[in-house]
């Protein structure tokens, strides 16, 4: 990974370390999405185990072909020099082309546009399915329009507002391509927050509770909290990271602005918003009581 984005940021940075971290910038994006199966838990029978599995195996296979993926780019890579003579923001189609031939690299495509597709349709599943649950309970500016469903129960103004912004961010990359990479890091950044968040919590707050799960980690579950608690803070701080050295107009990473003025405006909704308006103490409490309540009567 490190060798792929060498190409990016040659002679911009003074360290092989900072090298290496500084991959993640655009290899961290294989690392989520898998949570997509949790967002419908909602319309999943039973979603305890259905949910928890397609997470699980989401997961698997999320690392296991962007790992493939990411040795493939570092066989198909060709000189730095070569590299920074291709003028497009993603030469992933040239460097194909040039490592395996117009058929190789027409194959190659053509997979990775079926794979973007469906990430697409997954991501638009997922994230309408968050939008409307947030809109249907009366927190989002129109949340009376956006929490409407069709005749056939699917959220389809939430899908509407899903393709307004997605293609006001997509149309970001036509005046600068920087302002379009660092739209693309703040997207990915808030979902690392939130998985270092959970493991955080779940290490220091909750280690032994949610005993009813039926997919308990047993003695493992304190090393993996701390694992994935470290490992997201990592990626999180190289995600709002300069993607050049030394940083200037054209190679500042805004994820970190866009981020704070996100984090300063849910701050300021804390502070002065009712939160039985949003999410009443005793729904959280049921929710914290109904996830230990079968492993208590079994101790009962």
Same mark, same amino acid.
């Given at each position: 990974?490190?060798?792929?984005?060498?190409?990016?940021?040659?002679?911009?940075?003074? %360290?092989?370390?900072?090298?290496?971290?500084?991959?993640?910038?655009?290899?961290?994006?294989?690392?989520?999405?898998?949570?997509?199966?949790?967002?419908?838990?909602?319309?999943?029978?039973?979603?305890?185990?259905?949910?928890?599995?397609?997470?699980?195996?989401?997961?698997?296979?999320?690392?296991?072909?962007?790992?493939?993926?990411?040795?493939?780019?570092?066989?198909?890579?060709?000189?730095?020099?070569?590299?920074?003579?291709?003028?497009?923001?993603?030469?992933?189609?040239?460097?194909?082309?040039?490592?395996?031939?117009?058929?190789?690299?027409?194959?190659?495509?053509?997979?990775?546009?079926?794979?973007?597709?469906?990430?697409?349709?997954?991501?638009?599943?997922?994230?309408?399915?968050?939008?409307?649950?947030?809109?249907?309970?009366?927190?989002?500016?129109?949340?009376?329009?956006?929490?409407?469903?069709?005749?056939?129960?699917?959220?389809?103004?939430?899908?509407?507002?899903?393709?307004?912004?997605?293609?006001?961010?997509?149309?970001?990359?036509?005046?600068?391509?920087?302002?379009?990479?660092?739209?693309?890091?703040?997207?990915?950044?808030?979902?690392?927050?939130?998985?270092?968040?959970?493991?955080?919590?779940?290490?220091?707050?909750?280690?032994?509770?949610?005993?009813? %799960?039926?997919?308990?980690?047993?003695?493992?579950?304190?090393?993996?909290?701390?694992?994935?608690?470290?490992?997201?803070?990592?990626?999180?701080?190289?995600?709002?990271?300069?993607?050049?050295?030394?940083?200037?107009?054209?190679?500042?990473?805004?994820?970190?602005?866009?981020?704070?003025?996100?984090?300063?405006?849910?701050?300021?909704?804390?502070?002065?918003?009712?939160?039985?308006?949003?999410?009443?103490?005793?729904?959280?409490?049921?929710?914290? %009581?109904?996830?230990?309540?079968?492993?208590?009567?079994?101790?009962?």
């Amino acid at each position: 990974m490190a060798s792929v984005h060498l190409g990016v940021v040659r002679g911009a940075i003074d %360290s092989v370390d900072r090298y290496e971290l500084s991959s993640f910038l655009f290899a961290a994006g294989t690392l989520t999405g898998f949570d997509a199966a949790g967002h419908i838990a909602e319309e999943t029978k039973n979603a305890s185990v259905v949910a928890a599995k397609g997470i699980f195996y989401s997961a698997v296979a999320t690392g296991c072909l962007g790992f493939i993926t990411t040795i493939l780019f570092l066989f198909c890579t060709p000189d730095l020099d070569t590299l920074f003579a291709l003028d497009a923001p993603q030469p992933f189609v040239q460097i194909y082309a040039m490592a395996l031939g117009r058929g190789g690299s027409i194959f190659m495509t053509i997979l990775a546009a079926v794979g973007l597709i469906l990430n697409t349709s997954v991501a638009v599943v997922a994230a309408s399915r968050l939008i409307f649950a947030v809109a249907r309970d009366g927190v989002l500016p129109l949340s009376w329009w956006i929490g409407q469903v069709s005749a056939d129960g699917q959220p389809r103004n939430a899908v509407t507002i899903m393709f307004v912004f997605g293609a006001l961010i997509l149309c970001t990359i036509l005046p600068s391509q920087v302002a379009f990479t660092s739209l693309v890091s703040a997207g990915g950044v808030p979902t690392i927050a939130a998985y270092a968040l959970i493991g955080l919590l779940r290490f220091t707050m909750t280690p032994n509770s949610f005993r009813s %799960s039926k997919f308990r980690l047993g003695p493992f579950r304190l090393p993996f909290y701390f694992v994935t608690a470290a490992f997201n803070i990592l990626v999180f701080a190289v995600m709002i990271s300069p993607f050049y050295f030394p940083v200037d107009a054209q190679s500042f990473n805004f994820a970190c602005v866009i981020f704070g003025a996100v984090t300063i405006f849910a701050i300021l909704m804390y502070w002065f918003t009712n939160e039985e308006t949003w999410l009443k103490p005793e729904t959280v409490q049921q929710a914290l %009581s109904g996830a230990d309540k079968p492993a208590l009567q079994e101790e009962i």
